[in-house]
């Protein structure tokens, strides 16, 4: 069965970093995309980041460009996030996705909806405060 777990998420204050990992099994991910995405209490969970397995190609929405960077290792199983120049904004639960059949970097983009995506973690917790 394809899974994805998050881990990485913690306290930081304003300013700081984290890198969030998402670990495939079940799957290799060589061949699938990989989104980032996070939700906030009260608000529709919203796509972050995004890499395709074909060529690496990446996607960030416009409110952490310059400050997130999404990679992936291949060797590992595994896509990261570092985030970096975090601010009280970018806290949530950060969930990473993918799916057999759509393109997660579609769904990050806000083209198709979030049910497009089956494979889901469960989520790490990100807090930013001083």
């Known amino acids: 069965q394809a899974q994805v777990a998050e881990s990485g998420g913690g306290l930081v204050q304003p300013g700081g970093s984290l890198r969030l990992s998402c670990v495939a099994s079940?799957?290799?991910?060589?061949?699938?995309?990989i989104g980032w995405f996070r939700q906030v209490p009260g608000k529709e969970r919203e796509g972050v980041s995004c890499?395709?397995?074909?060529?690496?190609?990446?996607y960030y929405v416009d409110s952490v460009k310059g400050r997130f960077t999404i990679s992936r290792d291949n060797a590992k199983d595994t896509v990261y996030l570092q985030m970096n120049s975090l601010k009280p904004e970018d806290p949530g639960v950060y969930s990473c996705?993918?799916?057999?059949?759509?393109?997660?970097?579609?769904?990050?983009?806000?083209?198709?909806?979030?049910?497009?995506?089956?494979?889901w973690g469960q989520g790490t917790l990100v807090t930013v405060s001083s």
């Open positions: 996705a993918t799916s057999g059949k759509n393109k997660p970097c579609e769904v990050v983009a806000g083209t198709y909806g979030l049910r497009y995506l089956e494979v």
């Open positions: 890499i395709s397995s074909s060529d690496g190609t990446t």
């Open positions: 079940g799957f290799t991910l060589d061949y699938y995309d």
